[in-house]
C-alpha cells in the first residue's frame, strides 16, 4: 500500500500538517481583530493536508526513467548543503549584525555560490535589493528591521 516514493513523502507531509495545525491552534486570539493572525497558518495546514491526501490517492507507479532523475548529484548535494548552511549563518547573524549587513552578505556569497562571478553587478544588486527593502520596511510599512551595527 505505501510502496511508492509519493506515499511516503504524503504521509509524512500529513503528519507534518497535523502537528502544524495543532501548534497553529495553540497561538492566541486578539479580540478585537476582524481577521485574527491564525488564519494563514491555519489555511496552510489545512492546504497541506488536502494536498498531502491528493498525493496519496495518486496511484502513479514510478518509471526507470523517474527513478534515474530523482538520483541527485554530488556537486547538487554540495550545494544544497552549502545553501542550508548559508541560510542558517543568515538567521543566526541577523540579529547580531542587522539586516542590512546580513542580507547584503548572504546575496553576494550565495550568488557567488550559484555560478554568478561579476563582483561588481553582484554588489550593486545585493545592496540596491538590501536598501529597498529595508527602507520600505522601516519607512513605508513601519515595521522596523534590525538595525545591527548600522547606526540607521
Known amino acids: 500500500m505505501v510502496n511508492t516514493?509519493?506515499?511516503k513523502i504524503s504521509i509524512v507531509l500529513f503528519l507534518f500538517?497535523?502537528?502544524?495545525?495543532?501548534?497553529?491552534y495553540q497561538l492566541p486570539n486578539f479580540e478585537y481583530a476582524l481577521i485574527?493572525?491564525?488564519?494563514?497558518p491555519k489555511g496552510?495546514?489545512?492546504l497541506?493536508?488536502?494536498l498531502s491526501i491528493i498525493l496519496f490517492i495518486q496511484n502513479k507507479e514510478e518509471s526507470e526513467a523517474e527513478k534515474i532523475k530523482r538520483q541527485i548529484k554530488k556537486e547538487d548535494l554540495i550545494l544544497l548543503i552549502a545553501t542550508i548552511v548559508s541560510l542558517l549563518a543568515y538567521v543566526t547573524l541577523f540579529e547580531i549584525?542587522?539586516?542590512?549587513?546580513?542580507?547584503?552578505?548572504?546575496?553576494?556569497?550565495t550568488m557567488r555560490m550559484y555560478g554568478y562571478s561579476n563582483w561588481k553587478i553582484s554588489m550593486v544588486v545585493s545592496i540596491t535589493f538590501t536598501f529597498v527593502l529595508y527602507f520600505s520596511f522601516n519607512y513605508i510599512l513601519k515595521?522596523?528591521?534590525?538595525?545591527?551595527i548600522l547606526p540607521f
Not at 97 to 109: A, E, H, K, S, Y
Open 143 to 148: 515595521i522596523y528591521l534590525p538595525q545591527g
Open 97 to 109: 549584525l542587522g539586516f542590512v549587513v546580513t542580507t547584503i552578505l548572504f546575496l553576494v556569497i
Open 48 to 50: 497541506l493536508i488536502v
Open 36 to 40: 485574527d493572525s491564525d488564519i494563514l
Open 5 to 7: 516514493t509519493d506515499r
Open 44 to 46: 496552510l495546514g489545512f
Open 17 to 24: 500538517a497535523l502537528l502544524y495545525l495543532f501548534l497553529s
